[in-house]
T-cell receptor, first 113, second 110 residues
Framework: DVKVTQSSRYLVKRTGEKVFLECVQD?????MFWYRQDPGLGLRLIYF???????EKGDIPEGYSVSREKKERFSLILESASTNQTSMYLC????????????FGSGTRLTVV | QQPVQSPQAVILREGEDAVINCSSS?????VHWYRQKHGEAPVFLMI?????EQKGHEKISASFNEKKQQSSLYLTASQLSYSGTYFC???????????FGKGTLLTVNP
């Protein structure tokens, strides 16, 4: 089975800190994605990457950036964390074809205080 | 734009059937369905492609009406294990971007 691993299950950070969320997948998938999940809003796409060093903005990219230096790793960066970025962050990957489903990681619950 | 799911929540007794709907205002290439149990990651159920057939396995199936840009998920003879939040996701155009609806909370009681 494909595994998508997110480095932290829970994180607490202070307002203004730079925050890194890490995601690693072990099946050589081309595409990787970052979503945030908030009650009543569903999953909203922040950024995605379809190749190493390539990235595209999703629906809510403001306040975030990403890095993909290696195929298996996709990092989400909060340049200056704010309380409205308190959320569940989910990483996902898929093989690279539009006929494939996504495999999600278990998520990182980020609290910004 | 997010697809619209209905209903927002449904409560069933074990053995009853349910239908969850998903509609989009834009032309779609595919529709995905996922189930998320509380505290867990969303799990892929199935994908329906433009021009494809209705899909399903066991007691969960789905359809995709391309003309109306709508999909429906059918759960028959529900089991307790079906409880969770169901999300549809849509892909349009030529990109990989999967846009999710807000979810439908399904509760199956004994």
């Amino acid at each position: 089975d494909v595994k998508v691993t997110q480095s932290s299950r829970y994180l607490v950070k202070r307002t203004g800190e730079k925050v890194f969320l890490e995601c690693v997948q072990d099946m050589d998938h081309e595409n990787m994605f970052w979503y945030r999940q908030d009650p009543g809003l569903g999953l909203r796409l922040i950024y995605f990457s379809y190749d190493v060093k390539m990235k595209e903005k999703g629906d809510i990219p403001e306040g975030y950036s990403v890095s993909r230096e290696k195929k298996e790793r996709f990092s989400l960066i909060l340049e200056s964390a704010s309380t409205n970025q308190t959320s569940m962050y989910l990483c996902a990957s898929n093989p690279g074809y539009r006929v494939d489903g996504y495999t999600f990681g278990s998520g990182t619950r980020l609290t910004v205080v | 734009q997010q697809p619209v799911q209905s209903p927002q929540a449904v409560i069933l007794r074990e053995g009853e059937d349910a239908v969850i709907n998903c509609s989009s205002s834009k032309a779609l290439y595919s529709v995905h369905w996922y189930r998320q149990k509380h505290g867990e990651a969303p799990v892929f159920l199935m994908i329906l492609l433009k021009g494809g057939e209705q899909k399903g396995h066991e007691k969960i199936s789905a359809s995709f009406n391309e003309k109306k840009q709508q999909s429906s998920l059918y759960l028959t003879a529900s089991q307790l294990s079906y409880s969770g939040t169901y999300f549809c996701g849509t892909v349009g155009g030529s990109n990989y971007k999967l846009t999710f609806g807000k979810g439908t909370l399904l509760t199956v009681n004994p």
